[in-house]
């Protein structure tokens, strides 16, 4: 019947949003590693406020917010990627969970000074209430997002 192809196409539309947007857990050390190290990412804050920055392979990072080039460190405290900027900058860093949404598609979340995320498991897992979002410069994002195009 009609109504039965038609709960059939919703819940095939449900599935493969959910597939693109659901992430069971956190990308550890050498996945982040082995993804973003050597590579230039776009990216946006929530906030829509644009930026790109190159994660170097000796921990070092190139970031760029409004044409303003700063030279950053990356160091992993407790799984958690953690970017410093020198303190004569408007930088201000931080730690940050990633998790992987798609094939050209991160999501890193900001973690409070007691080391945990500041968004809820419930959130991560479904790419809400992320605090910045990026995707491999050299090619299309695979972001859902109303920022991205």
Known sequence: SMRWLLTLGLAAVTLSWSAHALA????NEADIRDALFGRTLNGEYQNGQFWTERFNTDNSSDYIENGVPVRGIMQFKYGYLCFSYPAETQQ?????EVWRRSTNCF???GTTALGGPTAPLSYRRFGQGWTARAWFADQKS???SDQVS
């Open 107 to 109: 999501d890193f979340y």
């Open 24 to 27: 069971l857990s956190a990308m």
């Open 92 to 96: 201000t860093g931080g730690c940050f």
């Open 142 to 144: 695979t972001c859902i």
